[in-house]
């Protein structure tokens, strides 16, 4: 939904993040990602897989990006993307669940900076993310949790103590 964005910022390095940005970075992308404020060992993770700068989400990135792409469940992200994106660009709700986007100036969307969300993705999505998957490398940052830890994984999601993925194991 990011079209043939050619900066893209990526907010909230997670799981699916952590993917997206190799995979855009393949493609000839340039990445900037936006972490919790503080959180130096997230902003390593995302400039170790190819992001060109990495920063707080109360940070302005170095130049004016065409896309953002907004991950983390943070509704308060939005105004702030929309901010950092040039005339034209467009951010990208990705999560499942975000918190209320707060009301914000008309000006922050004026000049066709556009919202959009994902709800689900077609077949057509997969086909051409797979086929793409096994042109590229991508390296898959995994912690395990056994299934009676899945209370443990949540909060290691919700503070930040998690790079990547959380998978839960029977």
Not at 77 to 100: N, Q
């Amino acid at each position: 939904m990011a079209g043939d964005a050619r900066s893209i910022g990526i907010y909230g390095f997670g799981a699916a993040a952590h993917i997206i940005a190799q995979v855009a970075c393949a493609q000839g992308r340039r990445i900037f990602a936006f972490v919790r404020p503080g959180d130096k060992a997230a902003k390593q993770f995302a400039l170790s897989l190819g992001a060109l700068w990495a920063g707080g989400s109360d940070e302005a990135p170095p130049e004016l990006l065409d896309a953002a792409i907004i991950f983390a469940p943070v509704g308060p992200l939005v105004p702030l993307a929309l901010g950092h994106v040039r005339k034209g660009g467009t951010v990208v709700c990705g999560g499942i669940h975000m918190s209320d986007i707060p009301a914000f100036p008309y000006a922050k969307l004026w000049e066709e900076r556009k919202i959009v969300s994902v709800a689900n993705l077609t077949r057509e999505d997969a086909r051409e993310f797979l086929a793409l998957a096994g042109k590229v490398k991508i390296d898959m940052h995994v912690q395990r949790y056994a299934l009676e830890d899945a209370n443990r994984a949540l909060a290691d999601l919700r503070e930040g103590r998690l790079q990547g993925a959380a998978v839960l194991t029977p």
